[in-house]
């Protein structure tokens, strides 16, 4: 079992720029999440997904768009990338939606 | 009411020792409580955890005390080791929606000195 897998590990990105952010795990999870980690602000969540076809809003949705096709994938989409989306973005996943929640190694993302 | 506040921000500690790391929260409505562990340049990892209708948890060294009174739960590492050198987070959770979403304190970076 691979776990939670992320790509890239490392991107900078222009302002205005677009791109993918990649997970995809490999446990049938149902539940699946990004998160954000700034410096000193703990996680924040971007948005969720509780199956396939199936996603909502987290806490700090704004500039982002998720889709959900399958089990395995989660990815996030950035549209015209801003410098206040330099983060480091983390996928996680979870067998029952309740309790512990799996965690790719992160992408961490400069814009700009 | 969401947020969880995590203390202190950083903390230094000697092999061997005890290391301690206090949150607290405002919202009654929370219903789990898990500390995660985080290495650099790794995504945190779920340590321990705790549900409120209990007032210890101990897992090894790791230790959760909690107290439901004053809305506060806190982590104990007995026997501290460099090996322990990593960021903390504690986080709450409760049911929204479809899923439960976890709300995370700011961590605690802690090194353990040799």
């Known amino acids: 079992n691979a776990g939670v897998t992320q790509t890239p590990k490392f991107r900078i990105l222009k302002i205005g720029q677009s791109m993918t952010l990649q997970c995809t795990q490999d446990?049938?999870?149902?539940?699946m999440y990004w998160y954000r980690q700034d410096p000193g602000m703990g996680l924040k969540l971007i948005y969720y997904s509780v199956g396939a076809g199936i996603t909502d809003k987290g806490e700090v949705p704004n500039g982002y768009n998720v889709s959900r096709s399958t089990t395995e994938d989660f990815p996030l989409r950035l549209e015209l990338a801003a410098p206040s989306q330099t983060s480091v973005y983390f996928c996680?996943?979870?067998?029952?939606?309740?309790?512990?929640?799996?965690f790719g190694p992160g992408t961490r993302l400069t814009v700009t | 009411q969401q947020q969880v506040k995590q203390s202190p921000q950083s903390l230094i500690v000697q092999k061997g020792g005890i290391s301690i790391i206090n949150c607290a929260y405002e919202?009654?409505?929370?219903?789990?409580f898990p500390w995660y562990q985080q290495f650099p340049g790794k995504g945190p990892a779920l340590l321990i955890a705790i549900r409120p209708d209990v007032s210890e948890k101990k897992e090894g060294r790791f230790t959760i005390s909690f107290n439901k009174s004053a809305k506060q739960f806190s982590l104990h590492i007995m026997d501290s080791q460099p090996g322990d050198s990593a960021t903390y987070f504690c986080a709450a959770s409760r049911r929204d929606g479809a899923t439960n979403k976890l709300i995370f304190g700011t961590g605690t970076l802690l090194a353990v000195q040799p």
């Open positions: 919202n009654t409505a929370f219903d789990y």
């Open positions: 446990m049938n999870h149902n539940y």
């Open positions: 996680a996943s979870s067998y029952s939606g309740v309790g512990e929640q799996y």
